[in-house]
């Protein structure tokens, strides 16, 4: 009885050992998108304030006033924290959308320890073969925003 379990064992750990030879994790690319940092937010809305505070329709003394700057106030907070997810996100021939919580995740493509990323709302897939595309290119209007990190 203890020369068929020994034998089953080495099956076992053989074939084990031959699947960790096959069989590896591709490496990940994951990215967070997160919101800006409040600091960054308030220096936004008083910038934005500014330019509201001359308005003479929003008077502090009047009750329509406060209460326009009330809705004002919940516009800035809605306008300024956006949702995370739908985005879609472009990397070595892949395209995903991020999820709720910000994540976009790829298999690793590139070797080097850095990596630039575009931000623009127009960019041009270039085709390959049906559905497939090689690479992209961005807007060459300057009126069209575009920020690389």
């Given at each position: 009885?203890?020369?068929?379990?020994?034998?089953?064992?080495?099956?076992?750990?053989?074939?084990?050992?031959?699947?960790?030879?096959?069989?590896?994790?591709?490496?990940?690319?994951?990215?967070?998108?997160?919101?800006?940092?409040?600091?960054?937010?308030?220096?936004?809305?008083?910038?934005?304030?500014?330019?509201?505070?001359?308005?003479?329709?929003?008077?502090?003394?009047?009750?329509?006033?406060?209460?326009?700057?009330?809705?004002?106030?919940?516009?800035?907070?809605?306008?300024?924290?956006?949702?995370?997810?739908?985005?879609?996100?472009?990397?070595?021939?892949?395209?995903?959308?991020?999820?709720?919580?910000?994540?976009?995740?790829?298999?690793?493509?590139?070797?080097?320890?850095?990596?630039?990323?575009?931000?623009?709302?127009?960019?041009?897939?270039?085709?390959?073969?049906?559905?497939?595309?090689?690479h992209t290119e961005y807007s060459p209007d300057p009126q069209v925003p575009l920020a690389l990190y």
């Amino acid at each position: 009885m203890n020369a068929s379990i020994s034998k089953k064992f080495i099956v076992a750990a053989a074939i084990f050992f031959l699947l960790g030879l096959v069989m590896h994790a591709d490496t990940r690319l994951m990215l967070y998108f997160t919101h800006l940092q409040q600091s960054e937010i308030a220096l936004i809305k008083a910038e934005l304030q500014k330019d509201v505070s001359e308005n003479t329709i929003l008077d502090q003394n009047n009750t329509p006033g406060k209460l326009a700057q009330h809705q004002l106030d919940q516009a800035f907070k809605q306008y300024l924290t956006p949702k995370l997810s739908g985005f879609p996100v472009l990397y070595a021939g892949y395209i995903t959308i991020t999820g709720s919580d910000g994540l976009a995740m790829f298999p690793l493509r590139h070797a080097q320890q850095k990596l630039y990323i575009a931000v623009t709302p127009d960019i041009k897939l270039i085709h390959v073969k049906g559905s497939s595309f090689s690479h992209t290119e961005y807007s060459p209007d300057p009126q069209v925003p575009l920020a690389l990190y």
